[in-house]
């Protein structure tokens, strides 16, 4: 299975050590985590670093760091995971997104989420995908659309990891089928 993608203007790899550091800037930025539950500490933010390779040595797949040809510069993740918690549309591969703030705007989550569809499709072999996100991330949502993937309201659904009544507890899902 290859561990690297390349697109147009990205390099989908596996995580360095090196990423760290930016990826904790990230997980700081009340930007980048405004529909997320709350900032990430450096240690949190190393934790996602662990688990994103974790999926990669369990699943084989998993979010790909993504660096930026132009520069090598790290700008966040995009790739696909299994949800770790129990919901209707489980069992499922999920795909998903976070990018620095700066590199925002410029197609490059689409382009990635793309090739990362493509990849799951035909060399996973995978028949679904699906992503999901609260009402308001209109960003993310464009993004899900502009990949061609599809949302039922029927398909929303509470946040198991969320209490009722948090703000953040409802979530739109997409689906997108081979
Ligand atoms: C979601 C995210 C990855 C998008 O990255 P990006 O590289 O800017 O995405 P793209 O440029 O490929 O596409 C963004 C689309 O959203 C649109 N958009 C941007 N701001 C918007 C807004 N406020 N309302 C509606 N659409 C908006 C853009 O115009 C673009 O659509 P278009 O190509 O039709 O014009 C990025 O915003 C991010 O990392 N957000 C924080 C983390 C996050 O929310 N992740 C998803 C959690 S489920």
């Given amino acids: 299975m290859p561990d690297t993608i390349r697109t147009e203007r990205l390099l989908l790899r596996r995580w360095h050590d090196s ?83 700066d590199c925002w705007g410029r197609g490059l989550a689409t382009e990635g989420a793309r090739a990362v569809v493509r990849y799951g499709f035909e060399e996973l ?16 949502r464009r993004v899900m659309e502009k990949i061609g993937m599809t949302h039922d309201p029927r398909d929303d659904f509470d946040h198991p990891l969320l209490s009722e009544g948090h703000p953040l507890c409802r979530h739109v899902l997409y689906r997108l089928t081979h």
Avoid: C, Y
Wanted: charged content about 20%; overall charge negative.
């Fill in 125 to 140: 072999g995978l028949d679904s995908l699906v992503s999901f996100t609260v009402p308001k991330n209109l960003r993310s």
């Fill in 19 to 101: 990423d760290r550091l930016p990826f904790q800037a990230m997980n700081a930025d009340p930007r980048v985590m405004e529909f997320m539950p709350s900032l990430l500490h450096a240690v949190e933010s190393d934790a996602l670093v662990d688990r994103a390779q974790a999926h990669f040595d369990r699943h084989g797949f998993g979010p790909f760091a993504v660096e930026l040809l132009e520069d090598e510069t790290f700008a966040g993740f995009i790739g696909l995971s299994i949800p770790a918690f129990e919901a209707p549309f489980m069992p499922a591969v999920e795909v998903g997104w976070r990018l620095a703030s």
